[in-house]
């Protein structure tokens, strides 16, 4: 029983073109994944870097505003936002 009609050596020669170009596609993708999974741990990790800044920066925040009067508070918010 013979499945194609196009000469076996024809058939080869497509068959291992088709198969390069898949290969070919898969290690660009392997590629591309490989460099956004970089990506993403990279700005996890600059996410979480300016979080604890923030998270620093807000307890600095109260802690300097217990136990004073609103004039100075205001002052301070002030000097905060200048620099």
Not at 27 to 54: F, G, M, N, Y
């Amino acid at each position: 029983m013979q499945e194609f009609k196009s000469p076996v050596s024809r058939l080869a020669r497509l068959f291992k073109k088709g198969r390069d170009s898949w290969r070919e596609k898969a290690l660009e993708k392997q590629k591309k994944i490989r460099t956004l999974e970089i990506k993403v741990r990279d700005l996890s990790t600059s996410r979480e870097h300016w979080k604890q800044r923030a998270l620093a920066a807000e307890s600095k925040l109260k802690e300097n505003n217990l136990g004073e009067d609103s004039a100075s508070k205001k002052m301070k918010l002030k000097r905060l936002k200048e620099t």
